[in-house]
């Protein structure tokens, strides 16, 4: 039986939607993340940053940027440090910059991949999975993957059903 983690960056606040800049009560990363473990169990870990990026939605985009560009890995608020129990990981985030933001990078560079499952859901607002399976690959060395999902950000809440059927055929 699959004993499954969902790994999770997400941003509530100011975020682009639809082409505007709207204020989220929670992250639509954390929905998806949410919708999987209703739909196939598991733990879920929330990555967070010791830094927190600024409120104004256009000045964490700018220092998204700047950290893509310096391959930067902040600080982690807390860390797993080990994976061993789970043989399924779901890694979930917005797709910043054509990737997954870097804090999830420095999660994921801590852990031994050998003999998991991964798979990708990222959320955006038209880059679609982007770069994030490609970066997940070079990443997570000696785990095997299953096919990401991207969800369009705007769409998050009412994609409950989609995301419950990927994540069935995942695990």
Same mark, same amino acid.
């Given at each position: 039986?699959?004993?499954?983690?969902?790994? /999770?960056?997400?941003?509530?606040?100011?975020?682009?939607?639809? @082409?505007?800049?709207?204020?989220?009560?929670?992250?639509?990363?954390?929905?998806?993340?949410? /919708?999987?473990?209703?739909?196939?169990?598991?733990?879920?870990?929330?990555?967070?940053?010791? %830094?927190? /990026?600024?409120?104004?939605? +256009?000045?964490?985009?700018?220092?998204?940027?700047?950290?893509?560009?310096?391959?930067?890995?902040?600080?982690?608020?807390?860390?797993?440090?080990?994976?061993?129990? +789970?043989?399924?990981?779901?890694?979930?985030?917005?797709?910043?910059? @054509?990737?997954?933001?870097? %804090?999830?990078?420095?999660?994921?560079?801590?852990?031994?991949?050998?003999?998991?499952?991964?798979?990708?859901?990222?959320?955006?607002?038209?880059?679609?999975?982007?770069?994030?399976?490609?970066?997940?690959?070079?990443?997570?060395?000696?785990?095997?993957?299953?096919?990401?999902?991207?969800?369009?950000?705007?769409?998050?809440?009412?994609?409950?059903?989609?995301?419950? %059927?990927?994540?069935?055929?995942?695990?």
């Amino acid at each position: 039986m699959a004993k499954i983690l969902i790994l /999770y960056y997400s941003r509530a606040g100011e975020n682009y939607v639809n @082409g505007k800049i709207q204020s989220l009560e929670k992250g639509n990363t954390q929905i998806c993340a949410e /919708y999987i473990q209703k739909a196939v169990g598991g733990d879920l870990f929330r990555i967070e940053t010791v %830094a927190e /990026y600024p409120a104004d939605y +256009y000045a964490c985009t700018d220092i998204a940027k700047e950290e893509l560009q310096k391959k930067a890995r902040p600080e982690l608020k807390e860390a797993l440090d080990s994976i061993d129990s +789970y043989t399924h990981v779901f890694v979930c985030g917005p797709c910043w910059w @054509g990737t997954f933001p870097m %804090a999830v990078f420095t999660q994921l560079e801590r852990l031994n991949w050998k003999g998991k499952k991964v798979m990708a859901l990222m959320t955006h607002e038209g880059s679609g999975l982007g770069l994030g399976e490609k970066d997940l690959k070079k990443t997570c060395s000696g785990a095997s993957f299953g096919k990401g999902l991207a969800v369009q950000g705007a769409q998050a809440q009412e994609s409950g059903s989609r995301i419950t %059927a990927w994540a069935k055929k995942m695990v």
